[in-house]
């Protein structure tokens, strides 16, 4: 799944993938902004992105839906 996190003032998106569902990561955002930690999460390739959550813009979360890869015949 795909998210895009906006920082404030920072011009350029994170964009990362994950393994983890909509729902873990919602939770994961709830919980940084009400306790005031940073957002912590974990890309496909076990990467680890840290974004105080003081400094969070928003947080875009895709669908728990896998990308198709392939062509399409037209």
Known sequence: M????????????????TD?????????VRTALETGNALELTDTRGRRVVV???ALGYVEVGGDE?????????
């Open 20 to 28: 983890q569902t909509s729902d873990a990561v919602v939770e994961h």
């Open 52 to 54: 105080p959550a003081a």
């Open 66 to 74: 896998a990308r198709k890869v392939g062509f399409h015949n037209l």
């Open 2 to 17: 795909e998210i895009t996190i906006g920082v404030q003032h920072v011009a350029r998106e994170l964009v990362l993938e």
